[in-house]
């Protein structure tokens, strides 16, 4: 993955499996330094945008280990030098491998200091949120499922100081509970047409799942359901050439992850949860 202009650089050594993915983790100092700061979230410059308010709602609601503000992206500038602040924000990637360079908006978690752009400050955590320039109602509703996921990722990394980019993504594998207790929550117009259906589905995954709507996933996650798993899919919704689709399961109490992949988009495999997807979330059952 390489840098562009507000890019945070994250490494994917390979696309077909979630233990391959190094998900950023500050050191001990950073994590450390990050407890005494004032956190601020970074709205878009958009007085009109939905994000923003589902970003204010997520925090007002969620948001407890530092203190916190909001500031505009058009202020950022005037306060990434100062180390007694730390910063939640939209930036872009893209997969080194990948030609078309298909932008990703990614949530981070950064700190303030002297450096010199926001690629070279210290980045603590990481989670997809949407393509870039997806419509914000294909992605506002889920916000406070990626508030809480950074949140015990901080927390995780601060009670486990042994943990490093190599080995976070298997100690998330190890701590998650058993789907037996859990219902998975989906969007339909998520999942491949070939399981669409709550029969082909049901062949597929034998818990429970239940296909819903936008507004009860953002009341499972604002009520931290402690029996629900949201399906995040970030996949183009028409025709295009973007590339690239990633698909991550995260719990709505505390915001764990119970699956994480991506697929290359193609006519076999469209930008949906897979079949396949089903397989490998319950092959560890």
């Keep these: 993955m390489k840098k562009t ?7 994917i050594t390979s696309i077909q499996a979630f233990s391959q993915l190094k998900i950023p983790v500050g050191t001990r100092s950073d994590i450390n330094k990050f407890m005494t700061t004032t956190t601020y979230f970074v709205l878009k410059n958009d007085l ?33 030098k100062d180390s007694d602040k730390s ?74 100081p042994d ?3 190599n080995n976070i993504a298997d100690y998330y594998m190890s701590k998650t509970d058993s789907l037996k207790g859990k219902t998975l929550y989906l969007l339909k117009e998520e999942v491949a047409p070939d399981i669409r259906t709550k029969n082909s589905f049901a062949s597929a995954y034998p818990y429970n799942f239940d296909y819903t709507t936008k507004e009860n996933i953002r009341n499972l996650i604002n009520n931290n359901s402690k029996d629900g798993l949201i399906l ?20 709505t109490e505390n915001g764990l992850v119970y699956y994480y992949d991506m697929h290359k988009i193609n006519n076999k495999n469209p930008a949906h949860l897979l079949q396949s997807d089903l397989k490998k979330l319950t092959k560890k059952e």
């Design 232 to 251: 995040h899919v970030l996949g183009p919704q028409i025709k295009s050439t973007l590339s690239y689709c990633i698909k991550i399961i995260i719990d």
């Design 48 to 80: 009109l945008s939905d994000f923003n308010d589902a970003l204010k709602e997520a925090a007002e609601k969620h948001w407890t280990i530092t203190p916190y503000e909001f500031i505009y992206l058009s202020d950022f500038e005037k306060y990434k």
């Design 5 to 11: 202009t507000f890019v945070l650089l994250i490494i």
């Design 163 to 165: 943990l490093n980019e």
């Design 87 to 160: 910063f939640l924000m939209i930036n872009q990637v893209y997969f080194e491998k990948d030609k078309s360079q298909t932008l990703f908006d990614f949530l981070i978690l950064t700190i303030g200091g002297n450096y010199k752009t926001v690629n070279d400050m210290p980045t603590l955590c990481a989670v997809p949120l949407c393509y870039n320039g997806a419509l914000e109602s294909e992605y506002d509703y889920k916000t406070g499922l990626m508030i809480k996921f950074i949140q015990n990722h901080i927390l995780i990394c601060k009670q486990n």
